[in-house]
């Protein structure tokens, strides 16, 4: 975590315990977790800490470009996953699991160069159940 925290320091912030843990807490969770459910994880270590606290590290911790901050639903979610890679979505709870397998791609992105649109990346999104709420279906 050395070069992190240098990083950090060159960019103005300072490298707190606080945001050291934020990471970890983002980077352990494989579902996009929301601010408020990583403030439910950072709790249990740092029970102290604020929700506020955790929303500023948040902020600084995409800025730095070491999480993704992903638009989707009612709240931004977070990915430590900085690939590129598509998107899982479960249509009942919201979460969102990486696609880690190549889709068969590329896809024909050709023919919008007709419409002088030139596509540089994308995104694919996949709606349906996660196992968990697949299995509460059922
Ligand atoms: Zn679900
Ligand atoms: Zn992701």
Known sequence: MKELSEGLRQE????????RIILEEVRKQ???PSAKEIYDAVKIR???????????????????????KVEHGEYA?????????HHLICTDCDQLLDVDAPLSE??????????????QRYKIELYGLCPT???ERS
């Open 133 to 135: 709420c697949a299995t």
């Open 77 to 85: 979610r977070f990915d430590a996953n900085l690939a590129e890679h």
């Open 106 to 119: 590329p896809l024909n992105t050709q023919q919008f160069k007709a419409r002088g649109f030139e596509v």
């Open 30 to 32: 494989q579902y996009h």
């Open 12 to 19: 103005g912030y300072r490298f707190t315990r606080q945001r």
């Open 46 to 68: 740092l029970p102290n800490i604020s929700l506020g606290t955790v929303y500023r590290g948040l902020g600084v911790l995409t800025e730095l470009g070491l999480i993704r």
